[in-house]
């Protein structure tokens, strides 16, 4: 992932921005006033925050999100049913006291809330970078010209952290101090295609330095009272992201040929003004001279704190409505999150500040939708591996990479999420041939981990762990996240990794997923399978195997009462879920309907699909579709079975994919369709060829 400018007058440009904030204001000194322990902690002096917007009793993630998005859109003249892209960037999941959405994903709630029936919708999460990791990724379809328009949302409500940490500090070293300077925004970003190379993204570029994933860590409390809580060691996580955000910068800059002195505005993610002072004095320092004054800087801590992926988009509309940020400025921002992850965006703005402070619409109209050709550059899964504890997925090859006798790698049937993405992603490397150093995207795809832990991205933390490093001393990069969205993200991530590999992002993708679902006793319908697997991705040379195209939409509107919950009861934190096989049910009816427009698409006839690796189905509901389903039902794959009927979920499609190229009737050349489904009434389906 090397880092360059971005090609003129092909990128993307702000349509609009919108903001939630609660309504309620919190000040330094209620919050410290709150704490069970009296401190002697100058957090204002330290910080710079003076106060945050505290959500209300019954305001939670998702709305905040959803009043951003709602925002964003009223000064828009691009409609949500125009939005081709939507996704959910936010760290925050809870919907309820105590309680977290898993499943169904938030961007596909949001869909329904919003309307935004035709976007390909999923959640990315990547700690305070996820709001420019799914710029990032919408970025680059729009200049790919996949896409046309793209909402990307973030609601974070993350002063219940606050309120945990206030039960717990002892003292004022104590690792949970951090959750003090906390505030709660919903964001917005609707981006599109620039009009001209004179306005929008010249630029944007994250690194993922997985080395320092210990230095902030989120996920429930242990404690009786509950909660989620956050501990950081703040001065070496302030130190290692300066340090490795400004050379980012510095590298960025001069493979652009330009210096800060070029910008007239630095918007920094929002920690504290002491963070903030420091990365001035470390930009000075590296580039030989004054080229930042902390005058240019834009600093809303004083009213805001920090409010986790949303810092960048609710201080650019706070210094656009106060005239620090002018139509015509060309802004940089510096972007920073625990993982570690750091990034440089380089912006040209248009008349976005004078249309916030006018409350006025944007002219741009949606662009017309273009139809990719129907037999683009395959995408080629040169290898999968398996760490599978519970399903024998038998011997053979991968897709296109030769015979290949081993099962997979066993980490043993208790193992953790690092240890399944360790074992799957070892067995897919040494298939490939490849070494970690040679990765340069890492998208960890799982829903259900160990610890349920909430920030870093499980991808930063497995970046870290298994030797994939982007740091300034390592010879290459790697941009580390995780998207999800229930069962349907390994079939998402396969895709996002495509796309970002055809536009010129990535050479090498790594997509791997690990589940341990750790749920309430006696609860009803089949568990999810203690498994993982990796899919390397690379463009195919030859043009003459790989994924030629996707496809995915809403089937329906998910139930409210259907999905999975993080729940809490005196301390301990488990899973609670419905049963899985009543939307299985509903939404395989619908196979066959989107498989036929991933066909017709593509110009592709049924008759020429040699094999369909389906989800995992409930056994009933598989003999149905085998039966009822004309011309491809009979020639629908079996997965291999996991122990106890368990659910394959993100591991069925590259356990299927693997086990239809090893012995499945299948030869190099032929056409299979791989299909994925979740549990909020998604179907997706993909054209291989083996």
């Known amino acids: 992932m090397n880092i360059q400018a971005a090609p003129a007058g092909a990128g993307s440009v702000i349509d609009s921005i919108g903001v939630a904030l609660p309504d309620r204001v919190m000040t330094t000194r209620e919050v410290l006033d709150g704490c069970r322990s009296r401190l002697a902690l100058p957090l204002e002096q330290t910080t710079g925050i003076v106060s945050r917007r505290v959500a209300g009793d019954v305001e939670y993630a998702l709305d905040l999100a959803t009043r951003a998005a709602e925002d964003c859109v009223s000064r828009s003249s691009i409609g949500l049913g ?10 925050s999941r809870v919907d309820g006291p105590q309680r977290s959405t898993y499943e169904p994903s ?15 919708a999923f959640d990315v999460t990547n700690a305070c970078a996820g709001q420019f990791t799914g710029i990032y990724i919408a970025d680059a379809l729009i200049r790919a010209g996949e896409i046309g328009s793209a909402l990307i949302v973030s609601g974070e409500y993350i002063s219940h952290l606050m309120r945990t940490a206030q039960l717990e500090i002892t003292d004022e070293l104590d690792a ?4 003090l300077t906390l505030g709660d925004a919903g964001a917005a970003v609707l981006l599109t295609r620039a009009d001209n190379g004179s306005e929008g993204f010249d630029h944007i570029g994250i690194r993922t330095v997985g080395r320092y994933h210990t230095l902030c860590v989120a996920g429930p409390t242990d404690r009786p009272h509950g909660g989620v809580i956050m501990k950081t060691d703040m001065m070496g996580l302030a130190a290692a992201g300066i340090r490795e955000m400004v050379a980012h910068t ?11 002195t070029d910008f007239d505005r630095f918007i920094p993610h929002q920690t504290s003004t002491l963070a903030i002072q420091a990365a001035v004095r470390r930009t000075n320092k590296v580039f030989g001279g004054v080229v930042l004054d902390e005058r240019d800087v ?22 656009s409505l106060d005239g620090r940020i002018r139509t015509g400025d060309r802004v940089l921002f510096e972007v920073a999150a625990s993982g570690v992850n750091v990034g440089t965006a380089a912006y040209r703005l248009d008349g976005l500040p004078d249309r916030l402070a006018r409350g006025a619409r944007s002219p741009r109209t949606a662009p017309p939708r273009r139809h990719p050709a129907p037999w683009r550059h395959p995408v080629r899964a040169v290898a999968i591996g398996l760490a599978d504890t519970t399903a024998d997925p038998g011997a053979g090859a991968d897709p296109g990479a030769g015979a290949d006798p081993g099962a997979g790698a066993d980490p043993g049937a208790g193992a953790t999420t690092l240890q399944l993405i360790g074992a799957a992603t070892d067995d897919c490397l040494r298939r490939a041939g490849v070494r970690a150093s040679g990765v340069d995207l890492l998208i960890h795809v799982g829903v259900y981990r160990t610890g349920m832990i909430a920030e870093p991205a499980i ?3 497995a970046a870290g762990e298994l030797g994939f490093d982007g740091s300034t001393a390592a010879t290459g990069e790697i941009l580390a996240f995780d998207a999800t969205n229930g069962a349907l993200g390994m079939l998402d991530g396969c895709r996002i990794a495509s796309e970002l590999i055809r536009a010129g992002r990535a050479d090498t993708a790594v997509v791997v997923a690990s589940e341990v679902e750790q749920r309430e006793p006696g609860a009803a319908g089949p568990a999810v399978a203690r498994c993982g697997s990796a899919v390397l991705l690379r463009l195919d040379p030859d043009r003459a195997s790989g994924f030629l195209g996707f496809h995915s939409r809403s089937v329906a509107t998910p139930a409210p009462d259907r999905g999975a919950w993080v729940m809490q009861d005196g301390g301990h934190s488990f899973i609670r879920a419905t049963d899985r096989t009543e939307p299985a049910a509903a939404y395989a009816a619908h196979l066959p309907v989107v498989v036929a427009e991933l066909l017709d698409r593509l110009r592709v006839r049924p008759d020429a699909i040699r094999a369909v690796v389906p989800p995992w189905l409930p056994p009933p509901v598989e003999r149905r579709l085998r039966d009822t389903w004309p011309v491809l039902g009979p020639r629908l794959a ?30 190099p050349g032929e056409l299979v369709v791989v299909v994925g489904a979740s549990t909020g009434m998604e179907v997706g389906a993909a054209l291989y060829r083996i």
């Open 106 to 120: 938030a961007a596909t709630h949001l869909r329904h809330r919003l309307g935004c029936e035709r976007a390909w």
């Open 82 to 91: 125009d939005v081709d892209l939507l996704i959910n960037a936010s760290i």
């Open 250 to 260: 510095q590298q960025t800059l001069a493979a652009m040929g330009l210096s800060p």
């Open 176 to 179: 949970r101090i951090a959750c």
């Open 298 to 319: 834009i600093n809303n801590l004083p009213r805001r704190g920090n409010t986790a992926t949303t810092t960048h988009t609710v201080a650019l509309r706070d210094a």
């Open 638 to 667: 079996t997965l291999p079975p996991a122990s106890d009927g368990a659910d394959l979920f993100t591991s069925a499609l590259p356990i299927g994919l693997r086990a239809v190229a090893a012995g499945g009737g299948v030869s």
């Open 459 to 461: 991808a930063a933390i």
